[in-house]
Structures are given as structure tokens and as C-alpha cells.
């Protein structure tokens, strides 16, 4: 019973969605406030009837209802109740769902919370995203329905795939879909500046707090994938250049430069076509990065079951929404004006080369991720793209990025004196370079990749110094001066030291981490990093779903200082039976110790995998410190008191609210 | 107003490739054996341990080598497509029956029906090696004069042997 409520919500869904494409648009276009008005009640339906249907399956899984064709091939009944909730998302079917519910999610927060539009534009909004919907609503209906009965039903499900038996796999989709479906705000937004053609710095004012907050999802959605990676894969590597990494990895470099040319945008009237060409191109990627990952084009250690038809379905709706998107785009962006001019050397130009260089770098991760597909298509060879060529590539964009990053926000708008800046700069400057020499001298080791990627950190905090003391001196005294600075700034600053966190702990332990791959017996031990690691004892332990062998890993330093005891497992899982690696880790501020075990030998003797691993922590702290950032920048007062900034700009449309 | 289309004619451009990566399978790796002879074996065959095939023994007629293994699952899917071909006599079916033991194999055989001429026993794997093998089931087409002509990757469905086998043996058989 309940799966076919989940269905017939499902079915209703897509009507309502119809609906909310169709008519609110249609008011719109002939300025029908009563038509208009059915947008915001129409979303929250349509939010309620996802939810329904979301729930649904949720349901199937927790009462174990083999009956679905879904749940039987994502759960089975000695799973733990958490991950049970987790399998909704386990496979095709219901990462689809999730995908939907996020976009209905979002269409309610921009119905809740959008009051104070003028009605045409948020009627626009809302049916764009309506459309998407709709698209995806029929794309589940058609091609991968959850809801499908397995007659006659399974006596045991087929378990959810060990890998993703993980706390990760209950936070880290729903996170990531949050900010890829996010950035569908700012693409929605654009469509209807564009349709309704009011393309100025309302429009760029209203767009930034949600671009940010899809941004800072994304942001943690991609940190929540990298950890997981990280301990769970047992490799000890944080990020794979894997084509469903890339995926994500896009529109969030894409979405990046939409909040630093939205800001252009808002506070000069500057890059408008840019800008919006860019909330289409975040977006786009977003659904190309759905239409890589559903499609199984590109094989990936994320190997996802494929079906031709799917893919040619998620095409087709890629090439509508994002070809009619960019059509439009090519029709309406040559009546937009330009803006007001500026200087060669200014903020503008600098947050112009910014944006060159996140686009050429979502570029290159475009090319890298899609040449093998472009060889195969075209008959040329198999190959594949590894991390050589992403790091080759990324280290000289990101080296002139970061440059930029400190010099940014202390240009003027409009016009800027090199010599001016070059002598705020001087200390800085002089103090990254001495920081970074210090900072490899202590460590031990001094080489030309590392001074980049440390002078990259140090660069930016020293830089936010300059900045933050340059802001604070005028008031009589520090605390005063912090606390007249917007909140927008303060997120701006602790997003870019986020920045610096992350590249220092890229950097430390891209080069001071050690790796060891030992032949153990019991009681012998090994020295990483200092420390001293010896194999106790392994035994067998029973997990609810798994069998593990669980060894009792002593460390000590300096002598015989006890520092920790860890306990890494090798699982297999019953019903699918593949052996797992669980990493035991001793995580630090200043170092990870991290313990996976490997195969046994014949002879008894175990395969231990151990690294010493400096830092690597600051890789996902700067990420936080990112997305704390972000969120400090989107609460900024200017967003919320729009209702005045409102009241002294005409609009039209106004008085149909009312 | 048309560097405003460039965004367009890119995207464009770019779904034309990703509608042509949809035809083709990432996970098929092309084996560097077609077109060459297929490697020498004698091995002993699963029946009759005394007996054995040596890949001269094959020469001047076209036949299709299956690799299979009583503990493949993969293989269970096959099988039965495989039994009903071989009931059509279109072309000799060997099997290489890879890193198994004997008694599985020949149990496999009895429940599942027998769709091979003989089935060689490759029970350490070495010649699975020589033809390259990476995952069973595997299937290869030889030609008259000992040459690989065409390999399946995974399980032979009645879609590969109507649209590339047959087509093949036809043209093999002149």
C-alpha cells in the first residue's frame, strides 16, 4: 500500500509541476496577478507531494519491504537502521528522488522566502524551476521508477553495497545534491531576468544569498565525499580526479565565480551578461555532472549500473533546458547594456581575472574529464586522464589565482594605483616568502612545488591582515572596527583564509607525508613518522551484517610513550561478500596516523598499510572554514533588509502584489 | 550578437560528443590478440584427463573458444544462451574451463546441459593468461588459420550473437 501512495504522490507530483511551469508563467507574460499568485501555493504543493513520495520509500526501506523491486536490490533485513534510511539514496532510482526532493526544497525556501520580489519575477522563478522538475519527475516516471514491485516478492534483499555502509553515505549526497540542485536558484532567477528582462543589481542582490548558500552546500558536500574517500577506500588519498568527483567539482568552480562576479554585478552594474551566463553554466554543469554520473559514459570507481536509455533520455533533457537556456541567453543578452566602465587596473579587472581563471580551470577539468569519451567517440583509442595532467594543469591557474586573491580586496572599484597597492602589499609579501622558507627549513625539506603551494597560504593570510588592519584603523579602537565591518566582509575573509588552511594542508602533506606497506606478524613492529606501530593481536569479530578480522594496533613515540591503540578491519560482508577495508585512523591538528589493513599472507602474516600523514586535517578544516565563510557572507544584514532597499526602487510590479 | 551564440554552439558541440559516448561502453578494453594468431596451447581436456588438445589440432576451421568456471556467476547467465546456439550447429563451440576443479566442472555441465564439442582444463590458469583473460566469461572467435578474430567481454546474450557473431561466422564461412 504505501509504495503505491509514494507512486501516486509521484504522478500527482508531475501534474502539479505541469501546472506550475505553465501558468504562473502564463500570468507573467500577460500580467495576470490572480495566475501569478498560484506560483507560491503551487510550489509548496508540489514540496508536499515529493515529501510524500520521499517518505514513501523511506518507509519501504525501514519495514524492510522487499516487495520493491528498489529496496530488494539496495537493503536487506540485518542492515542497520541507519543505513537503511541511507539506501533511498543507494542507488539510481532514489538518488533521482533525492535529486528531486532537494529542487522541491529549495523551490519552497525560495517561495517561503521571496515575499518581497516583485510578483512577475517570482513567478518567473518558480515556474523555471517548475520545468526542471517536471523534466526529472517524468525522467523517474519513464525510465526508473522507484516504486516498481518485485513479484514475487524477495525473501531477503541484496544488501546495499558495503562501500556505501558508512555515517559518509548518510550525509554526504543529501549535502551534495543540496548545493548542486541549489545552484537552479541562481539559474531560475537569471532565466526570468532574462525573460522579464531586469537584468540590473536588484537582480544580482536577490541572486547572491542563495548562489552562496547552494555554494557553501556544495562546499561541504564535496568535503563530506573527500573524508569518506579518504578513510573509507583505505588508499589514504583525500581527492581522485574521478569523473564523478569532477562532476561536482565543476559547478562548484563555476559557481565560485558566479558569487565573485555577482558581486561585481550587484555593486557596479558591471559583467551582467557574464554573470548570468555564468548562473547557466553552473547549473548546466550541475546537470551534466547528473547526466555523467546516470549515464555510465565514463567509468569511474563510482561504477554506477548504465542503461542506454537512460542516458539518452538525461540528454535530451540536458540539450532542452541548457540549449533553450543559451538561446535564449544569445537572444535577449545583446540588450543589456554594459555597465559602468572601469579602469584597466581596478577590482573589477582583477574580479574579471578571476573569473577567466576558475572558468579556464573548470575548463581544463572539463577536457580532462571528457577526453577519453572524445577519443572513443571519435574512434581515436581508450584512454584514460589521471591525476598528472589535473595537477599539472591546476597548480600554475590556481598560483596567479591566489596572487589575485590578496590583492582583490584591497584594489579600488574602478580605478586602482599599482604603487599604492604595491606598498600595502610590501609586508605581506615579505612575510609569506619568510614564512614559507621558515616553515620548509623546520620541516626539513625545501623544495620549488612545496614553496609554492605554502607561499600560496601564507600569502593570503598575510594579505587579509593588511586588508582587515587597513578596515579597522580608522575606529578609536579594535573591537569598535570589527564590529562596523559588514558581515559580508568577514565572510569574504574567512572564506579566503579557508583558502590558505586548505592549501597549507595540501601542501604539508603532499610532501612530508610518509607512507609504509609491511609484512606484520604478531608483535612486530614498525617506525612511521617517528612513531612506533606493533601488530598486538588479530582477532575475528561478528558485525551485524559483516565478518572482520580486527587487528589491535599499539602505538608508541619517543621510547615507550603509549600515544594510541588503533583498531583497522578487513570485513566481508555476508550477503555480497566482498572484502572491505575499514582504515583505523588517529586523527591530530598536526598529523593523522592512519592503519589499513591489506591481505594475509599464506604464512599467516598480514599486509599492513601504515601513513604518517602531516596536516592533512587543515585539507577539510580549510573547506569548513570555506563554507563557515559562506554562510557569514549570505546572513548579511543588506539581504534581509531588502524590503527598504525595495521600497526606494520603482517597480512596476509592485502594485499586483499588493 | 553572435559572439552571444559562442555559449551555445559550444554546448552544442559538446552534446553531440556525449550523445556519441552513450553508443560506446567505457568498461570494453579492445584486445591487442585480434588479428593475431591465437596463442599456442595442449592442454589436457575436462572429460578425460588422457586426452589432450593442442591448438594445431585446430587448424582449417572456424570455431569459438568460451571461457567458463563452475564457480563464475556470470557464466550461469550465459549458459543457456550458449546451449540453445550450439543446438544449431553454426559453428563448433570449445570451452576453456579456467581455474577450476574437475568434479565442479563436469557437475556445472550435468545440470546445466553440455553445449561444448570438449571443454580444455586450464586448471592453473596459464593459458587463460596467454589469451589474455581478465574476467570469466570470455568468449573468442578463430578463424581457419588460427586467428582471433572477434572477443566477447561478459556473458554472450542472443543480441551479441545476432548482431556481431553470426554476421562474423557468415562472412568467416565465406
Redesign the interface.
Known sequence: MIPELGQIALVLALAVSLLLSAVPMWGAYKADAALMGLARPLARVLFVLIGAAFIALMASFIRNDFSVLYVASNSNSALPLPYRIAGVWGGHEGSLLLWVMMLAFWMLCVAQFSQHLPQAVLARILAVMGMISMGFLLFMLVTSNPFERLLPMALDGRDLNPLLQDPGMVAHPPMLYMGYVGFSVAFAFSIAALLGGQLDANWARWTRPWTIAAWVCLTIGIMLGSVWAYYELGWGGWWFWDPVENASFMPWLAGTALIHSLAVTEKRGSFK?WTV?LA??AF?LSLLGT?LVR?????SVHAFASD?KR??FI?AF??LV??AS??L??WR??TVGLGQRFGLLSKESLLLANNVLLIVATGSVLLGT?Y???L??MGLG?ISVGPPYFDTVFVPLMTPLVFLMGVGPLARWKQAELPELAVRLRWALVVSVVATLATQWLAGKITLGTSVGLWMAFWIVASVCVDLWDKIKPASNIVNGLRKLPTAMIGMMVAHLGVAAFAFGVSMVRTYETERDVKMNINDSTEVGGYVFTLRDVREVQGPNFVAARAEMAITQGGDKPVTTLYPEKRVYRVQSNPMTEAAIDAGVTRDLYVSMGEQLDSGAWIVRIYHKPFVDWIWGGCLIMAIGGMLAASDRRYRARKTADATTPQAMKGAAA | ?KR??L??GI??A??V????????D??E??SPLIGKPAPAFNLPTLGDAQRSLRKEDMLGKVWMLNVWASWCGACREEHPVLVEFARRNVVPIYGLNYKDERPDGLAWLRAGGNPYVESLFDHDGRIGIDFGVYGVPETFVIDQQGVIRYKQIGPITPEVLRDKIEPLLRQLHG
Open positions: 551578461n551566463l547557466i553554466t548546466s547526466f549515464s555510465g559514459v565514463l567509468s542506454p542516458g539518452l540528454l540536458l540539450v541548457i540549449g543559451l538561446t541567453y544569445a543578452a545583446p571528457l577519453p569519451l572524445f572513443d567517440a581508450k | 550578437m552571444f551564440l555559449p551555445l554546448f552544442l559538446l552534446a560528443f556525449l550523445g556519441l559516448g552513450l553508443k560506446h567505457p568498461r578494453v579492445p
